[in-house]
T-cell receptor, first 114, second 116 residues
Framework: AQSVTQPDIHITVSEGASLELRCNYS??????LFWYVQSPGQGLQLLLK??????LVQGIKGFEAEFKRSQSSFNLRKPSVHWSDAAEYFC????????????FGSGTRLQVQP | GAGVSQSPSNKVTEKGKDVELRCDPI?????LYWYRQSLGQGLEFLIY????????KSGLPSDRFSAERTGGSVSTLTIQRTQQEDSAVYLC??????????????FGEGSRLTVL
């Protein structure tokens, strides 16, 4: 069975500081991995995804994530956070067999201080 | 509309009543998903449609929950004899992908259900 753990429920960073949101997955092989963002009053939006190949993937809004097989992790990073990045971030895992829908983590709420 | 549309946006009901939540996906999207988001929790998968069939309904929490999709488009999630623990935001998403896991999911803004 596939599962995702986001260990940080809530993170606060200062505007301009760097950001790393943690995501650990459980799956028997290399899964498909995703990060989504849910801004206040809006639906979830895809930030980036990893299927195979280069383990560092670039996404929208200046975000990137790195797949580390040895650590079963897919952490999301941004070098300099903007106030508009305040939102809830969800990591998700999908099985390459394609018969099951994505499994989402419990989310990390990001607060940005001026 | 251009995006996934869900209705109603808010629904307050009494315990024991039935409710229907509607999802109108993006035109041409063959895959449709229902998730539930409870306060302080992540997204809980409910059911996935590919066309009008549901290859994966493993997430439906009880037989009080059912969903259908007609014409490969609109989907309705029905909750019978609602309980207070059913209170949550019900999210619908659609995707162009032919499989459950590879496409970008486009989410609606959700239907917030409150059971008194």
């Amino acid at each position: 069975a596939q599962s995702v753990t986001q260990p940080d429920i809530h993170i606060t960073v200062s505007e301009g500081a760097s950001l790393e949101l943690r995501c650990n997955y459980s799956y028997g092989a290399t899964p498909y991995l995703f990060w989504y963002v849910q801004s206040p009053g809006q639906g979830l939006q895809l930030l980036l995804k990893y299927f195979s190949g280069d383990t560092l993937v670039q996404g929208i809004k200046g975000f990137e994530a790195e797949f580390k097989r040895s650590q079963s992790s897919f952490n999301l990073r941004k070098p300099s956070v903007h106030w508009s990045d305040a939102a809830e971030y969800f990591c998700a895992v999908g099985a390459p067999t394609g018969r099951r829908a994505l499994t989402f983590g419990s989310g990390t709420r990001l607060q940005v201080q001026p | 509309g251009a995006g996934v549309s869900q209705s109603p946006s808010n629904k307050v009901t009494e315990k024991g009543k039935d409710v229907e939540l509607r999802c109108d996906p993006i035109s041409g999207h063959t895959a449709l998903y229902w998730y539930r988001q409870s306060l302080g929790q992540g997204l809980e998968f409910l059911i996935y449609f590919q066309g009008n069939s549901a290859p994966d309904k493993s997430g439906l929490p009880s037989d009080r929950f059912s969903a259908e999709r007609t014409g490969g488009s609109v989907s309705t999630l029905t909750i019978q004899r609602t309980q207070q623990e059913d209170s949550a935001v019900y999210l619908c998403a659609s995707s162009l992908a032919g499989t459950a896991n590879t496409g970008e999911l486009f989410f609606g803004e959700g239907s917030r259900l409150t059971v008194l």
